[in-house]
């Protein structure tokens, strides 16, 4: 077979191209410490190199959400930690109300604090993330999970509770909202709310409403009817004497409940375990409604405390000592209440407690698999110096004796033995 001069050319010059190319190829993987850098240095590592990226990926989002959801349960159990705290000073001071020997200056004191107390639990109970956004509203997150509307906290957020997955198989509670909170506990006793109405002259009036016999007040909300009564003042001459009276109707169907019973402001009503006192006489046309509500709402129950106890006064006479007992009789069903408020703090603060642990064991879960895929990683894609840099000194040594064997061979020629 003959050979021209441009195949040997030719031929010589594809040898010095392949060695070059190889020895660029060296040096990269030299300059960045990797075998592979693209798919045509090897195809099937590349193939692995790309799964466990893609693994370590699914793994980094799972540690970013294990971080977001463990900064949210922390804030959670650090303003679940505030309210024990002000619900163990209340039950002091709730038990210090009752002592021997308090006067009605020292009550009313321990009034003022409670309700200094109540604020700093309704502030705590709209707590704020960085974001501003309301930890305890669920899903509403935009607006306060709780406002004092008409005399009483209601909760205004909804039931979500945001879910974040963490692993694999596994998904956790990322946020509590404010109703399973404060309002998830069950209190036996019922508290009126009281809706004073307008009378003829345009006048409203003022008015305290106070449960002197809790037992008795539910009994009857329980026999009667949820939607309360109302109490009307009809004209001077509906009773003899004449003189200030009232009657008294069932809401849900009118019916009249009790007709022109004659009022005395120095007693003031006391219809079912209730005693209700004007802060001035009442007039023909007064109108007041008492509903009952559940005491299922944190801020409603400590805000009846701290009001029952403003109001209280200590007998003047060692005759008549009914109002005292009744007082008694509150502040000890106060302290179950109380009593049954901290135990539903304390249960689901140790279910936040519980999912940070969650939490721990699965960051370290995705931290071992973590190093596992960037040790598989490593012994696919990273390079052995020491092989890599023999490998150039052979590929240095190729390039040059091509490059010698190219001049001897350009070089040969029939001429030079025609001379």
């Given at each position: 077979m003959r050979l021209s001069s441009f195949q040997v050319y030719q031929q010589s010059l594809n040898g010095i191209n392949k060695t070059t190319t190889e020895i660029a190829q060296t040096q990269n993987q030299l300059s960045t410490g990797q075998r592979v850098n693209i798919g045509s240095d090897d195809p099937v590592a590349t193939a692995k190199i790309l799964a466990v990226e893609t693994e370590l990926s699914t793994i980094d989002r799972y540690q970013k959400n294990i971080d977001a959801v463990d900064s949210r349960l922390q804030r959670t159990e650090n303003v679940l930690s505030n309210i024990e705290t002000i619900l163990d000073r209340l039950n002091e001071l709730?038990?210090?109300?009752?002592?021997?020997?308090?006067?009605?200056?020292?009550?009313?004191?321990i009034s003022i604090e409670i309700s200094e107390r109540l604020l700093e639990l309704a502030s705590l109970t709209n707590s704020q993330d960085e974001k501003g956004d309301y930890i305890f509203s669920g899903f509403l997150n935009s607006k306060p999970a709780f406002i004092l509307e008409d005399g009483q906290y209601s909760y205004q957020g909804d039931e979500g509770v945001r879910h974040e997955k963490i692993a694999e198989q596994l998904t956790i509670a990322s946020s509590d909202n404010g109703q399973s909170l404060f309002d998830g506990f069950v209190i036996n006793d019922y508290i009126p709310v009281a809706e004073v109405g307008i009378n003829n002259s345009g006048d409203e009036q003022s008015l305290t409403?106070?449960?002197?016999?809790?037992?008795?007040?539910?009994?009857?909300?329980?026999?009667?009817?949820?939607?309360?009564?109302?109490?009307?003042?009809?004209?001077?001459?509906?009773?003899?004497?004449?003189?200030?009276?009232y009657s008294i109707y069932r809401i849900s169907d009118g019916v009249l409940v009790e007709a022109n019973t004659a009022y005395d402001q120095t007693v003031g009503i006391t219809p079912g375990g209730l005693k209700i006192d004007f802060q001035r006489p009442p007039s023909s046309g007064d109108s007041i409604t008492i509903s009952p509500i559940k005491q299922a709402n944190m801020l409603n129950v400590i805000d009846n405390i701290t009001k029952r106890i403003a109001t209280f006064e200590e007998p003047v006479s060692e005759i008549d000592r009914g109002e005292e007992d009744a007082f008694d009789l509150f502040i000890a069903q106060s302290l179950d209440g109380l009593s049954s408020i901290q135990e539903h703090i304390r249960s689901k603060r140790s279910s936040v407690g519980a999912r940070m642990n969650t939490l721990t064991a699965a960051r370290d879960s995705q931290e071992a698999l973590t190093l596992v895929g960037n040790q598989i990683l490593s012994d696919i894609r990273d390079l052995d110096y020491n092989e890599a840099v023999s490998k150039l000194s052979f590929q240095a040594l190729v390039l040059e004796a091509t490059q010698q064997s190219f001049v001897k061979i350009a070089n040969l020629s029939l001429f030079n033995y025609l001379k």
């Open positions: 709730v038990i210090k109300a009752d002592g021997v020997g308090m006067t009605n200056i020292e009550r009313n004191n409403v106070n449960v002197i016999d809790q037992d008795q007040y539910n009994l009857v909300v329980k026999d009667g009817d949820m939607q309360g009564y109302e109490i009307k003042f009809n004209m001077f001459n509906e009773i003899v004497p004449n003189g200030p009276n």
